[in-house]
């Protein structure tokens, strides 16, 4: 598993969807090329030889829409919706979620930034209030991000989920420290797209555990970050 240098669904996405997650294998395997000669925003373009559409990442709710390519970074934003082809949304995470959200026919794609902030926010409901398809033709797919059990929040957090709807208490156990507790993102987010009848696909990584595969903010503060893709094919 240690040499991973991408990960991908364990199920095929909508119809010409490609996706998946660059490691911190792939980029430690690549480090002088891309230190040396470009960021890894150029590094990532030119290996890929797709175009790609970054965000300026900020916990936020915002979903932008994208018509056509652009080398622009977008302000602002935590998410990406097209129904363009071989257009790259890209994510950016050491430990938040990258949830990659697309028809079943293909489409229609988005790619989502998903920390709790954003979550609390409505950021998933946003994304899928972007889809002309039924909900029910949509496919989720959660790629890896923290664990639970390594992701420990306190009362504030625990108290926002629960006053603005009771139901996300189940993404919550308490934690062994007082006034804490564990969450996942994971539940949460899949709680929130079960409840549009969107089939979910994810995994057992955790980007705090597995360091071999994973850069973790939480647990050194890293400043890399893995980058999750996913665009549609003609």
């Known amino acids: 598993m240690i040499n991973?240098?991408?990960?991908?669904?364990d199920q095929n996405l909508?119809?010409?969807?490609?996706?998946?997650?660059?490691?911190?294998?792939?980029?430690?395997?690549h480090s002088i090329e891309f230190n040396d000669n470009s960021s890894v925003e150029e590094f990532v373009v030119s290996t890929l030889g797709v175009p790609?559409?970054?965000?300026?990442?900020?916990?936020?709710?915002?979903?932008?829409?994208?018509?056509?390519?652009?080398?622009n970074l977008i302000e602002a934003?935590?998410?990406?919706y097209t129904e363009k082809e071989n257009i790259a949304l890209a994510i950016k995470t050491a430990d938040c979620l990258p949830l990659i959200l697309c028809s079943k026919e293909g489409k229609e794609l988005t790619a989502v930034h998903v920390g709790w902030r954003g979550l609390h926010g409505g950021i998933v409901e946003?994304?899928?209030?972007?889809?002309?398809?039924a909900t029910e033709n949509l496919v989720a797919w959660l790629a890896p991000c923290?664990?639970?059990?390594?992701?420990?929040?306190?009362?504030d957090v625990y108290?926002?989920?629960?006053?603005?709807?009771?139901?996300?208490?189940?993404?919550?156990?308490?934690?062994?420290?007082?006034?804490?507790?564990?969450?996942?993102?994971?539940?949460?987010?899949?709680?929130?797209?079960?409840?549009?009848?969107?089939?979910?696909?994810?995994?057992?990584?955790?980007?705090?555990?597995?360091?071999?595969?994973?850069y973790s903010y939480r647990k050194n503060s890293s400043s890399k970050r893995m980058v999750t893709l996913a665009w549609r094919q003609k």
Request: glycine share 4%; with cysteine.
């Open 4 to 9: 991973k240098l991408l990960i991908k669904p």
């Open 14 to 29: 909508g119809k010409g969807i490609t996706s998946f997650m660059l490691t911190k294998r792939y980029f430690d395997k």
């Open 52 to 71: 790609i559409v970054w965000m300026d990442q900020v916990h936020g709710t915002k979903i932008q829409l994208i018509h056509e390519n652009t080398v």
């Open 77 to 80: 934003c935590d998410g990406l």
């Open 126 to 133: 946003n994304a899928i209030m972007n889809f002309k398809c």
């Open 146 to 155: 923290i664990s639970s059990t390594n992701y420990e929040v306190g009362k």
């Open 159 to 214: 108290s926002l989920f629960k006053d603005s709807d009771s139901e996300s208490v189940s993404s919550f156990k308490l934690s062994n420290n007082k006034d804490k507790w564990i969450f996942s993102l994971k539940q949460e987010c899949a709680r929130r797209l079960q409840k549009f009848d969107i089939q979910v696909i994810t995994n057992t990584f955790c980007t705090f555990k597995d360091e071999q595969l994973f």
